[in-house]
C-alpha cells in the first residue's frame, strides 16, 4: 500500500497540467512598469500562451509556448535560481508554496535599470490565476486547464 499523499504534494498537483491565457487584466500596463518595450509589449500582449507545468521530484518546470517564442521557467521550492523573463531581463528569484495553496515569485532585479516584482500563482477550479505586481501597477492573467 502506498503512503497517502502529502499536504505539499496535493498543493503542488493542481498546477499540473496544460494551461492556456484566455484573459488579461491591465497587463500591457504592468509590462511598461517593468521596462518592456513597445514593439515587444503590443506582441506578447496579443498572445495567449500555452503553460505547461511539471515537478519531477521537486524540480518545477513551467514551460510557456506561443507562436512566436517558447520561455522556460525551471526552479525548486525556497531556492533562489537565476531566472530570465520572456522578454530577456535577468533576474533572481524565489518561489515558495504557500499554506493557502498560492505558489510566489518574489523576483528581484539584477540590473539596476529593472524593476522587482512579484508573481502570485493559484489555482481556482479549473483556472491558473497569476496576479503580477510591480511598483503600483497590478496585472492578472487568467488561464484555462486544457
Not at 521557467?73 to 499554506?99: C, H, N, P, Q, Y
Not at 523576483?107 to 491558473?128: A, C, M, P
Amino acid at each position: 500500500m502506498s503512503p497517502a499523499p502529502s499536504y505539499l504534494s496535493i498543493m503542488q498537483d493542481q498546477f499540473l497540467g496544460k494551461w492556456q491565457v484566455v484573459e488579461s487584466e491591465n497587463f500591457d500596463d504592468y509590462m511598461k512598469e517593468v521596462g518592456v518595450g513597445f514593439v515587444t509589449r503590443k506582441a506578447a500582449g496579443s498572445l495567449k500562451p500555452v503553460m505547461e507545468v511539471t515537478i519531477d521530484n521537486g524540480k518545477w518546470k513551467m514551460y510557456s509556448t506561443t507562436t512566436m517564442k517558447s520561455h522556460t521557467l525551471e526552479f525548486e521550492l525556497g531556492k533562489e535560481v537565476d531566472t530570465t523573463t520572456a522578454d530577456g531581463r535577468k533576474m533572481k528569484s524565489t518561489f515558495t508554496l504557500g499554506a493557502d495553496g498560492k505558489l510566489v515569485q518574489d523576483e528581484k532585479k539584477i540590473s539596476s535599470g529593472d524593476k522587482d516584482s512579484v508573481i502570485t500563482r493559484y489555482v481556482q477550479g479549473e483556472k491558473l490565476i497569476a496576479e503580477m505586481q510591480s511598483g503600483n501597477v497590478h496585472a492578472k492573467r487568467i488561464y484555462q486547464k486544457l
